[in-house]
């Protein structure tokens, strides 16, 4: 199995980038499709982007709207997700999660193991 940390969050104003990363541990990381999910109070945990094992397909979410990026670095087993022209509504605390199967890269029942979160708030 493998262990995830999230870091990168905080405080931005609108219009301003975040980067947060995904460190894996206690697994192999080239083995495992990363994404990217986020949830806001009252709101579904919502699919944001993913990465696909060491070919590094990337998949994004509708909510992306063509500003989020998401990359991986297997040999420092880190998966990135660069944001940009970040809005209020981008606030939510955002996870990453890593699978080895599934049929849907945007189907959170796909991922076995999620880090904690890290929390990014966009101020007006």
């Known amino acids: 199995q493998v262990q995830l940390g999230e870091s990168g969050g905080g405080l931005v104003q609108t219009g301003g980038s975040l980067t947060l990363s995904c460190v894996a541990s206690?697994?192999?990381?080239?083995?495992?499709?990363i994404g990217w999910f986020r949830q806001a109070p009252g709101k579904p945990r919502e699919f944001v982007a993913a990465?696909?094992?060491?070919?590094?397909?990337?998949y994004y979410g509708d909510i992306s709207k063509g500003r989020f990026t998401i990359s991986r670095d297997n040999a420092k087993a880190t998966v990135f997700l660069q944001m940009d022209s970040l809005e209020p509504e981008d606030t939510a605390i955002y996870y990453c999660?890593?699978?080895?199967?599934?049929?849907?890269?945007?189907?959170?029942?796909?991922?076995?193991?999620w880090g904690l979160g890290t929390q990014v708030t966009v101020s007006s």
């Open positions: 999660g890593a699978r080895i199967g599934g049929s849907s890269m945007s189907y959170s029942a796909n991922y076995a193991y």
């Open positions: 990465i696909s094992q060491t070919v590094g397909n990337t």
């Open positions: 206690g697994g192999d990381f080239s083995a495992y499709i």
